[in-house]
């Protein structure tokens, strides 16, 4: 099985940051990673797919990228709807398996 | 729009059986697979399966296996998942996603908007 390793856990950021959160997988997994994002209560969104590109409607302040075991989401100037957490998504997998990260909460510093 | 509407809340006892349902809309049913995600309170996500809606085939995830039965009714444009046996942990809200396949990826897109499973005595 492919796991899916997130870091920070958590982070403290202002609004206009610049938010890094990365996503390691235990094993190659191409450009099959995926990041959404939650707020408390809801379901989550996709902000990208295949590593790095941006899903219709969401915010260009939001990217990806990083290929084989290694990934970045990175968040150039955070915003107050911004405060939620966010999770990696591997299909690589797939169909036998799909995995998520553990997640990455951002709070208000 | 596309939108998935998941069924209401349950309360179960634990060895009880629950299932729920997931009714889709906006597109081709059979043209998109349906996968089903928990996520117990105050943890990550975890992946339970999915169903092929037009062919039926299905694949779950190896730590459910055997107790986790994911159906689709095509006239109803729905799908439905069935967790027996429930424990305390199995405590989650469930969720079912649309699944996108593009360039020889998956990913989900969209989401239903969840529902809560109790399992108490």
């Known amino acids: 099985d492919i796991q899916m390793t997130q870091s920070p856990t958590s982070l403290s950021a202002s609004v206009g940051d610049r938010v890094t959160i990365t996503c390691r997988a235990s094993r190659f997994i191409g450009s099959n990673l995926h990041w959404y994002q939650q707020k408390p209560g809801k379901a989550p969104n996709l902000l990208i797919y295949d590593a790095s590109s941006l899903q219709s409607g969401v915010p260009s302040r939001f990217s990806g990228s990083g290929s084989g075991t290694d990934f970045t989401l990175t968040i150039t100037s955070l915003q107050p709807e911004d405060f939620a957490t966010y999770y990696c998504l591997q299909s690589y997998s797939a169909p036998r398996e799909h995995t998520f990260g553990g997640g990455t909460n951002i709070e208000v510093k | 729009q596309v939108q998935l509407v998941q069924s209401g809340a349950e309360v179960r006892k634990p060895g009880a059986s629950v299932k729920l349902s997931c009714k889709t809309s906006?597109?081709?049913?059979?043209?998109?697979?349906i996968h089903w995600v928990r996520q117990a309170p105050g943890e990550s996500l975890e992946w339970l399966g999915w169903v092929n809606t037009g062919s039926g085939n299905t694949r779950y995830s190896q730590r459910l296996e055997g107790r986790v039965t994911i159906t689709r009714d095509i006239s109803a444009t729905t799908a439905y998942m069935e967790l027996s046996s429930l424990r305390s942990e199995d405590t989650s809200v469930y969720f079912c996603?649309?699944?996108?396949?593009?360039?020889?990826?998956?990913?989900?897109?969209?989401w239903g908007q969840g529902t809560l499973v109790t399992v108490s005595s």
């Open positions: 906006g597109y081709t049913f059979t043209s998109h697979a």
């Open positions: 996603a649309r699944e996108i396949y593009s360039r020889g990826t998956t990913h989900f897109d969209p």
